[in-house]
T-cell receptor
Framework: NAGVTQTPKFQVLKTGQSMTLQCAQD?????MYWYRQDPGMGLRLIYY???????DKGEVPNGYNVSRLNKREFSLRLESAAPSQTSVYFC?????????????FGQGTRLTVV | GEDVEQSLFLSVREGDSSVINCTYT??????LYWYKQEPGAGLQLLTYIFSNMDMKQDQRLTVLLNKKDKHLSLRIADTQTGDSAIYFCAGNTGGFKTIFGAGTRLFVKA
């Protein structure tokens, strides 16, 4: 099982450029999440999708959009990248274990905006 | 909302015990977790405890929960260099949002 797969692993963008981070899970999980990780701040939830066809804002949604393409895939889009969006982005999914709250994470995308 | 706080760094010698501490604000958290993040990787669930438990032991890991003080700790016995990682405390009230602490970076000196 691949688990949660994110692409790309690394990306450098210029301010104002757009890009989409891709995420796919093969565990048949209902819920998927996008987090960003910044030094000293832990993981902050950007958006989540409780189930296919639904998306909701998390703690830090400004500057981002998401699409739950199907049950497997959940993408994160930066329409106009800003240096403040330099971070490591993690996709996660939940659906089994510990009352369905155990999160399974991808390996992360390290994004630098210059 | 929930807030989870933990110290940022801990350094121990190989073979010693490590104790990583965490405090949380939401007493309705049903599940409390410890996740481990190794360099260049995502987080992986290490262990968890239900809010109705005081202690959970899993091989070298011991989790203690003090509900009165809203304090969670993770003890790693006989710490090895392979335990060097970032450890995240997290809480969930049973819904879709898990709140993570900032992470404690554990350094293990040989």
């Amino acid at each position: 099982n691949a688990g949660v797969t994110q692409t790309p692993k690394f990306q450098v963008l210029k301010t104002g450029q757009s890009m989409t981070l891709q995420c796919a899970q093969d565990m048949n999980h209902n819920s998927m999440y996008w987090y960003r990780q910044d030094p000293g701040m832990g993981l902050r939830l950007i958006y989540y999708s409780a189930s296919e066809g639904t998306t909701d804002k998390g703690e830090v949604p400004n500057g981002y959009n998401v699409s739950r393409l199907n049950k497997r895939e959940f993408s994160l889009r930066l329409e106009s990248a800003a240096p403040s969006q330099t971070s490591v982005y993690f996709c996660a999914s939940t659906g089994q274990g510990v009352g369905n709250t155990e999160a399974f994470f991808g390996q992360g995308t390290r994004l630098t905006v210059v | 909302g929930e807030d989870v706080e933990q110290s940022l760094f801990l350094s121990v010698r190989e073979g010693d015990s490590s104790v990583i501490n965490c405090t949380y604000t939401d007493s309705s958290s049903t599940y409390l977790y410890w996740y481990k993040q190794e360099p260049g990787a995502g987080l992986q669930l290490l262990t968890y405890i239900f809010s109705n438990m005081d202690m959970k032991q899993d091989q070298r890991l011991t989790v203690l929960l003090n509900k009165k003080d809203k304090h969670l700790s993770l003890r790693i016995a006989d710490t090895q260099t392979g335990d060097s990682a970032i450890y995240f405390c997290a809480g969930n009230t049973g819904g879709f949002k898990t709140i993570f602490g900032a992470g404690t970076r554990l350094f293990v000196k040989a």
